[in-house]
Each structure stands twice: as C-alpha cells, then as structure tokens.
C-alpha cells in the first residue's frame, strides 16, 4: 500500500500518524512548520472523559448528552456515541505514551469544565495541549527513525490530486505540496487524511489560533469539490484578552476553578452569570456566556467592560493548576489576577463547522479523509472545553483504523496492486479527465486582500447575528469578488460566500448561531446540517437530515 | 512612536547578506516586533529608509504568544522570540534584526533548524518503555515537556555548533521528561547517549538559563538529569539509595 499522506502535524496529525505506524503502517507527515509550531501547543485547559476518578458517578453517558446538547444536538450522534465511549481509553493511551496528566497515587485528576456538571477534565496546569503534544512528538520520533513516520516539515499544501474516472465520481490519488525552503514540488501518491486546522486565517489577528492555520487548505479542498458543514458555526471564547496581533485565551479553567464574570452595574460589580443562570453560573456553554456578556453590556446602567475577577481562588490553585496562566496575564496585561479582576472580551477561537465527515472520518471524496479542527463532527453548534483536543487526538486515530481496516478487508494484494498502478491510471485518468497537473505553486492570496475578506466577514457573523448585516456584508463579498487577482483568493470568495449563505439559511438560533431577527431555536425545521458543495461551478448550500438517531430529548 | 528596524537579509539561494532599514511608526505600548514584521508585510507599498523597494521579508511566525518558538531571531544581536520583543523596551532608535547564526540561513530571518530533530533522533529520545510517572517526579516531566525547540539556547552555547558532539539543552530539555518517565532498566541506552551527547559536552555556563523564552528551569532540570544519569543509577546498584 502506498504511504498515507496526512496534512498537518498538531493532534489529529500526529495520532494518525502514530496509529498507522503502530499498525505497521508508513505515511507522509506534512507541515507547514515542526509540530512543536502547531496550533494545538496552545490549549489549555484539558482532555474530556468520563474517567469517573474523582467519585461523582460520572459516566460515559452524560457525557454524551453533555456534547450532544451543548452543541445544540447538531452534531452526529453516531459519531458522538465513539467519542465518549472511547474517550476514557483515548486518555489512557495517551497517559501510556507519557503524557504527565496531573495525577494523585497514580490517578489522573480530573477538573471542572464549561457545560459539563462533573469532573471530566484532565489536565496538566493550564498547558495541556503543550505537554500532550510533546509527548506525540517523541512517540512519533521512534517511528520516523524507522521509517514509518516521513516528515515533510516546511511544506506547503497545494492541492488534492484527483481523477475522475467513467462512473462520474471523483477520487483522490494523493497530494501536490511544495516546499517552501527550496521552492521545489512534489507530488505524493496515496489516500490523504487532512489535519489542517481551523481556519483562522479567514479572521486575521481576529482568533486565538495560529497565523498558520489560515484556511487554506479547506479554501482550497472545498473548490475542489470536498463538501463542507455547519460553516456558521463559529465559537466566541467568552474570555481573552487582546494582546499585539491576535488575541490571547484566558483558558475556562479559570472558571472551571472559581472565576467570576461581572459587569458593572450602578456602581456595583453584578455577576450576572450567576444570577441568571443559577446551577452552572459562569460555566455555562461558551456560546451562552459570550451571546450574554455581549447583551449584558448593552444593558441600562450597565458599564461597557466584563471583568474576570480570580481573586477569591487559593494559592494551591493558583500553584498547581493555573501558574502559567497567571505568569501569562502578568506579562501581557502588567495586572495579578490573583489580587485584580482582569478586563475580558469574547474573541473567536473555534471552528465547529468545517469539513464534512461520517463518523469513520471520511469525506464525500474516496480516498480523502479529515480530523482535528478543519473536520465537522463531534462539535454540533457548538463545542464543549475539553472537547477539542479529545476530538482531534481521537479523530486522527478513527482515520487511520479506518485506512487500515479497508486495507486489511481488501487484502494484501490489492494494496500491492495499487501502489504499481496507480500512478499510471492516475496520469491517464487525470489526463483524460481533469488536465495535466501544473507542476507551478499557485500565486499566494494578498494580504490587503484576506484582511479586506476578514473584515467583512466578521462584522456579517458576530455573537448576534440578523439578515441585514449578513446580506450587507454577502454584498460587500460580491464586490471584493470583482477584485480577485489568482485563484486562492477565488477560493477565498466561495468559502466566505458559503459561510454567509449558511448563516443566512439558517433562521433560527442554535448554539453559537445567535440570530436576533429569529431568537428561538427551530427543530422541526432546522435540526439539519447546513452542507455547503462546489461542483460544477456551482455553490450550493442546503439542509441535509442528521444521521442517526441521538436517543435524548433535545431539550 | 517611531523605530527604524535594521533587518539582515538573503534572497534564496544567494550568497551573500545585506541590511535594509525601514521605518516603522506605532501606536500601541505593546507593540512586538513581531506585529510590526507583520504590519510592514502588510504594507500596500514597502519601501526603505531611502526610497528603494523592499520586498516582503520572509520569517517564520505562527502562535505570535511564545508558545511555539517559531519566530526566534537574533534582535539586536541577543537570540529570543520576536513576539517576545517589545519595541518600547529597546533604547536604541535602531532595532537590528538578523537570523540566528548556528543554522544555515534558507531566506532572511528563517533558518533551517532541522538539527534539533536529527539530533533528538540521533539519541533515541523516545520512551523505550511503560511510563511511570512518580508523584515526585511530575514537576521535571512536566518542565521537560515545554521546550519550544526554538533554538535560541543553541544560539547562546559557548560549546553548541550544528553537527558537533554536543547536543545542547534543546535535546536536554525534552530527554529529560523521557528519563523522569522511565524505570531505571528502561533508561539505560538513553542515559548512555545522554552522557554522550549532552553531560559531557556542557560547559555549565549556563547561558541558556537566562536566555530561554519559555523560562523552562534548565538548571534543576539538568541537575536532575545528571543526577539519574551519572550517579543515582550507580549509587542504587551498589545499595546507597
């Protein structure tokens, strides 16, 4: 068989990676940058799973329903039922490969997080995604120095190799990347899992992520005929601050160990999470905290900043679990949050919505597979803290069982059989069908321009959303569409369109989808996946039917 | 506000470097080096000191909060992060910026670090065993798991060149997780290098203790990983411990 080439190394990528060499499998580890640079070294808080070693009888299941209703019961019950039963053995192998999770005698403790009743978090101080990541990469060393595992670091993305042989449907024959220290191309051969990322760099300097993880790929998969979902989905963090060219996560941990929103009202600190939201006051879905500290300073008499005040939380805590967060604050803000209540906005820092998958992460193309954040999946309307990188790591994992799986039930000699041919049929196929394959990099999408896009898109899909400001700014894409010079920022356009025709369809509020002109939620009508499609030069996006049955009242 | 940035560039496959200064006016008391590269890459019209064009400098940047060490450079001749590096803290009106010189420069301020991987797997620095992780031991696999593999250690190592013997702290660091991890038969071939490659190749000048962007406690965790690998292990077999 050949190698699986698997874009992007952060979570996703490397547990597919691992996985695959762990079954004996070899693949292609593609990157931008070392994975020491991926986005996933930035998450804090934790890892979801009904562990239960913390004596509140937690189970697998409520943590089910607790991702299904978060999400709004928009994700894939399917799907969701893998995760979280899979999630405690995910932990585990993770611990296995060294991960130092806080842990007491030998057990992994486990924390508050948003949305969740019980303790459900592991973690490790308020670096988690660091020190998960480090212990990947190790992991993931052993098996490059045998072979199995080949890096790609500094290579670029350019496209999907596809085919489109006589019954009509497209199939995926491997990657064209480029390397951007020497500027030469490659072309590799063999199914691709991508791993790429949120898209992030559809907001420039808007998000919490990377300067890295720019929407490229999906920009460019999505023309490419790769179906996408739920794009209006976006996740507002309700805490971060702003620092110089981005913005900063102030993790949920902080609420998760006893931080309070307020505002103030009449002279007079108001925690208004508190007040209206009685059982998980400030931990309620980050999609509630952000849609009401955004109304809440709309208020009369109320002033215009929400504060996070950490004061009332021990030294212990303070010591053991969220040290670096306060070193973070210290350094970027000149305040303690140990004695001052810090100033906090909602910033985005999550894409729900993204690549549309099944639950073995495969995409509508055969052969193309997607995991981590660029995939919709597990997260529904919107994501749950702590279930992000369970997400990523376990969906990386899925994929590649999947890959070897088929491989396995197809034989050994259909494998071998497929690593001579295809890169003859391939070269017919693609000739015949789709052209000859370019072997120039494409011209790289402006900055004035992606920032112009950005701009536009984040005043259309803000907390509160309505169909003026979406229409507006649908108009305003229409106009920069004339201005396009290449076709990454054509690719660009149709991402951005589809994103706002999703939010435009979509008239009702769900999750992070608030929409003012049409508060309540609408299951009869709208518990469906927005799907957005490119083909034939076309852009459609509509309603499809969730799969499967969730078994809980949505309520 | 305003600064003039001396930037040391190459174009690919070139030889030879040159400096371009180019003016840059701020606002924002915070603002880092980092966002200013961005903010002149972002310019519709880029142009020197002089009036001549310049082209759109190339770095590597991705977290742009010192948490992935992509963006180390050499500013004003001191290795560090560029999104760690507040212009308002530098008291010259000139800020110079060049690429760390231990690795081969591939264009202007990005060079080519792939040593810190070979080097990690030179030593096998993976987990040759079942983790087992001691209550007392959390701290150092936790310290020894931040190491952000920028280099900048490397670049202030009296005794670190690309391809030498020596393999610095940016081996050290993440080496000494795997060994707080591992029971004592597990350890043995990762101690072997560890001697090798990084014990008896540090100079104990320590440079890297006060240079390190993430401030990761190289000191304790060297001295624990000395400790483990030279005499802990031979103390134990004679019955000491």
């Keep these: ?555 | 506000m305003v600064v003039q940035f001396d930037i040391l560039r190459k174009e690919k496959k070139a030889e030879k470097q040159y400096t371009q200064s180019i003016r840059y006016e701020y606002e924002n008391p915070n603002e880092s080096v980092a966002n200013a590269l961005r903010q002149i890459n972002r310019r519709q019209e880029r142009k020197d000191i002089k009036g001549n064009p310049v082209s759109v400098i190339k770095w590597e940047c991705s977290c742009l909060q010192k948490k992935c060490g992509a963006c180390a450079m050499l500013i004003n001749g001191k290795p560090g992060l560029a999104c760690d590096a507040r212009l308002a803290a530098y008291k010259t009106e000139t800020i110079r910026l060049a690429p760390l010189r231990k690795f081969p420069v591939v264009e202007d301020l990005i060079v080519d670090r792939s040593i810190l991987y070979e080097n990690l797997k030179e030593m096998e620095a993976w987990l040759a065993g079942q983790p087992e992780l001691r209550e007392q031991g959390y701290e150092a696999a936790y310290e020894g798991s931040r190491c952000l593999q920028c280099g900048c250690c490397l670049e202030i190592c009296p005794n670190f060149y690309a391809g030498g013997n020596f393999f610095g702290m940016a081996s050290m660091v993440p080496v000494a997780r795997i060994l707080e991890e591992l029971n004592e038969n597990d350890r043995k071939s990762l101690i072997k290098e560890y001697k090798k490659h990084i014990y008896s190749g540090c100079g104990k000048s320590l440079a890297c203790r006060n240079i390190c962007p993430a401030q990761i406690d190289i000191e304790g965790l060297l001295l624990n990983s000395n400790a483990l690998s030279v005499w802990k292990a031979g103390l134990r077999r004679h019955g000491g411990v």
């Excluded at chain 1, 969740?116 to 992991?139: C, E, F, H, P, W």
């Design chain 1, 1 to 555: 068989m050949e190698k699986i080439n698997i874009i992007g190394a952060g979570l996703a990528g490397l547990s597919a990676a691992i996985t695959l060499a762990e079954g004996g499998y070899e693949s292609n580890l593609i990157s931008l940058q070392y994975s020491e640079r991926a986005q996933s070294v930035l998450a804090e808080g934790g890892i979801n799973a009904a562990l239960d070693t913390m004596g509140e009888g937690d189970t697998v299941n409520e943590h089910y329903e607790d991702t299904m209703k978060g999400g709004g019961m928009l994700a894939n019950p399917v799907a969701v039922r893998r995760l979280t039963k899979n999630a405690p053995d995910t932990v585990l192998w993770l611990k296995s490969l060294g991960v130092p999770f806080y842990q007491e005698n030998g057990t992994i403790i486990l924390r508050n997080f948003g949305g969740q009743k019980k303790k459900r978090t592991a973690y490790a101080k308020s670096s988690t995604g660091k020190v998960i990541m480090n212990a990947l990469i190790d992991g993931a060393r052993k098996y490059e120095k045998k072979g199995l595992i080949r890096r790609y670091p500094h290579h670029e993305f350019i496209k999907l190799l596809l085919s489109k042989p006589a019954d009509g449907q497209k199939i995926c024959r491997g990657v064209q990347i480029k390397d951007r220290y020497s500027d030469s191309i490659l072309k590799l051969y063999g199914i691709v899992i991508l791993a790429s990322g949120g898209m992030n760099g559809v907001f420039p300097g808007m998000t919490t992520g990377t300067t890295q993880n720019s929407g490229e790929v999906t920009a460019t998969i999505f023309a490419q005929g790769v179906a996408l979902s739920n794009l209006e989905m976006l996740q507002y963090h309700p805490t971060t601050i702003g620092i110089s060219g981005k913005r900063c996560l102030v993790t949920e941990a902080a609420r998760g160990e006893g931080g309070r929103l307020y505002v103030v009202r009449n002279g007079r600190p108001w925690y208004f999470m508190e007040e209206k939201y009685p059982v998980l006051k400030n931990l309620m879905p980050r999609d509630i905290v952000s849609r009401e500290m955004y109304l809440t300073v709309r208020e009369k008499e109320c002033e215009q900043q929400v504060y996070l005040d950490m004061t009332g939380l021990k030294d212990k805590v303070w010591e053991h679990k969220l040290s670096d967060l306060r070193n973070e604050i210290l350094y970027y803000r000149k305040l303690d949050p140990k004695n001052t209540p810090i100033p906090v906005e909602p910033g985005i820092h999550y894409f729900m919505g993204g690549i549309h998958t099944d639950e073995y992460h495969r995409t509508n193309i055969d052969g193309v597979y997607a995991a981590g954040e660029c995939t919709s999946l597990y997260h529904g309307a919107n994501r749950l803290g702590g279930n992000s990188m369970l997400g990523a790591v376990y969906g990386g994992k899925t994929a590649a069982m999947h890959i070897m799986k088929n491989a396995e039930e197809k034989g050994h000699d259909f494998a071998e059989k497929t690593k001579e041919e295809s890169m003859e049929s391939y070269r017919a196929e693609s000739m015949e069908s789709l052209g000859e394959e370019s072997m120039e990099a494409p011209a790289e999408a402006s900055e004035e321009f992606v920032s112009a896009l950005g701009n536009i898109l984040y005043d259309g899909l803000g907390i509160v959303r309505n169909e003026g400001r979406l229409k507006f700014a649908m108009g305003k894409v229409s106009q920069l569409e004339a201005a396009c010079h290449n076709d990454r920022e054509k690719n660009r356009i149709l991402l951005a369109k589809a994103m706002l025709n999703s939010a435009i369809i979509r008239k009702e509020s769900r999750g992070a989808h608030y929409r003012e002109d049409y508060p309540d939620r609408q299951d009869e009508y709208y518990r469906k996946i927005t799907l957005a499609r490119y083909e034939e030069q076309q852009l459609e996006v509509d309603f499809v039917q969730i799969q499967g049955d969730p078994g809980i009242s949505s309520e």
